[in-house]
């Protein structure tokens, strides 16, 4: 496959390494210093650009692709609150295809499987309470991770006793804290971590007087993120749409 790269700072060049490892062709690197670049014949030359910046430019990445055909396998979160109906309607019968996730790690998709499952067992013993925690590098700009959001959101759907997930305090390595654990009985917190170069690791945890649950998933490092992101954009060459994970890994996860 012909694929451009949309943000070549670590994890770009971590895709790049493992894109031409498996036989794949990188045809354009786009960063904040050549923006001008979308309108290239060498990006209108890939198959599918794999996008990972921040949240404020990801939309306007995507329509930036979208003008010229190309398909997006994107990383990037936060987007999702102002322009979900957007990208939906862009996207629909296969228009233009966008494959989002929030993390694109095999384990991740398992983890989240697991997730669910245990929330359904949980939803018969209301004695317990739950809470998330999450922990990322010092670099990561939003709290609580996409990750996390999509970990909580699960939760909500499945537990009869929370309603909203709700973002906690975040904790850095100075020693200052943002934000507040004050939250409803109904509201799941999720507090947040901002330590080091830790590549991510998220915790579950059900708690009650007589014991508690915890499940975990801890990254060593980003290749997990960047060989997903490369079999998402393999995923997109022969199917359309708004596309997941869940897409991606259904063979391996019910």
Request: proline share 2%; hydrophobic share 40%; net charge negative.
């Amino acid at each position: 496959m012909k694929i451009a790269l949309i943000g070549y700072g670590k994890m770009g060049h971590m895709i790049e390494q493992i894109a031409i490892a498996r036989g794949h062709e990188i045809v354009c690197k786009i960063d904040v210093d050549n923006q001008d670049d979308f309108d290239s014949p060498a990006f209108a030359s890939a198959d599918v650009a794999i996008e990972f910046t921040n949240p404020t430019a990801a939309y306007s990445n995507y329509l930036r692709a979208f003008k010229h055909n190309v398909k997006v396998v994107s990383g990037s979160t936060g987007w999702m609150t102002d322009h979900k109906d957007d990208v939906e309607a862009l996207t629909k019968d296969g228009k233009q295809t966008l494959f989002w996730a929030s993390n694109f790690s095999i384990g991740v998709a398992i983890f989240a499987a697991v997730n669910k499952y245990l929330a359904k067992i949980m939803n018969q013993f209301p004695q317990y309470d739950v809470e998330m925690e999450e922990t990322h590098h010092i670099h990561k700009l939003d709290a609580p991770s996409g990750t996390a959001i999509t970990l909580a959101e699960d939760i909500v759907d499945l537990l009869d006793r929370k309603d909203a997930w709700k973002a906690g305090v975040t904790t850095w390595d100075d020693g200052h804290v943002d934000g507040s654990t004050d939250h409803k009985a109904n509201e799941l917190l999720v507090n947040s971590v901002r330590h080091d170069e830790v590549p991510g690791i998220h915790t579950i945890t059900y708690n009650s007087e007589a014991d508690q649950i915890t499940i975990s998933h801890s990254a060593h490092s980003r290749q997990g993120f960047a060989l997903g992101a490369v079999l998402a954009a393999e995923y997109t060459a022969n199917h359309t749409g708004l596309l997941t994970t869940t897409d991606l890994f259904s063979s391996l996860i019910p």
